[in-house]
């Protein structure tokens, strides 16, 4: 209950006085990438029900010759750079945390298909709300390996508390000022998971 009532605070006040950026930045992502100016994808929250994650778009709607979308590193515009380098391109998920899809810290929402995809033991990163930022987000981000991340994840789920949330919130201010771990390498974003046991070729996670 604390930590929810810390939430609601915390993204209310951040919605209010971060107001003018978010409108700046709207009118910005419309300006040099169109509309819509939002991206929103259906990822799995809490105990992996679904919910709307939004944010602002960082990348153009391009498709190639086979009519399938290309790769990040293509659709990925130099404003959408800078939006993920500072992280504005997350703002609009304080909406998710005030609606109660999210947490301000808690395991990173990832895609729908990964559920099929992740072993009992990682499933277990939906044992509590996602996060605005995370364990993994601080130790590391997109720089760390799927089982990195995830061994994080759990770690936090395992540990939880209060004092290691406002640690966490802490850390988040000085990486994203650092703005340390945006991308993986020799990718654009982050490897799609493809499990555990099997490779993990390039692909798409916003």
């Known amino acids: 209950m604390i930590k929810r009532a810390l939430d609601l605070l915390i993204a ?32 799995p929250g809490r105990d992996a029900r679904p919910f709307n994650l939004v944010k602002f778009r960082t990348m153009r709607d391009a498709i190639g010759r086979d009519g399938r979308p290309l790769p990040d590193g293509e659709r990925l515009t130099g404003f959408g750079r800078t939006l993920r380098a500072t992280s504005l391109d997350e703002l609009p998920q304080l909406w ?18 990964y559920l099929d ?25 997109n720089a760390l390996t799927w089982d990195e991340k995830f061994a994080l ?7 939880r508390s209060l004092l ?12 994203v000022l ?17 499990g555990t046991a099997r490779d993990t070729p390039p692909g798409s996670t916003q």
């Open 12 to 43: 209310g006040t951040a919605l209010i006085v971060l107001s003018p950026v978010i409108v700046v930045v709207a009118l910005m992502v419309g300006r040099t990438m169109g509309r819509p100016v939002l991206f929103r994808q259906v990822r």
């Open 164 to 175: 290691l949330d406002l640690r966490i919130l802490v850390m988040t201010a000085d990486k």
């Open 178 to 194: 650092r703005r340390r771990g945006i991308s993986a390498a020799g990718d654009a974003t982050m490897p799609e998971f493809m």
């Open 153 to 159: 994840d759990l770690w936090y789920v395992d540990h």
């Open 96 to 113: 998710n945390v005030l609606r109660g899809d999210m947490s301000l810290v808690g395991p990173r929402p990832l895609l729908m298909a």
């Open 117 to 141: 995809r992740y072993s009992p033991e990682q499933a277990r990163r939906h044992d509590v709300r996602p996060g605005l930022t995370g364990w993994a987000q601080v130790r590391g981000r």
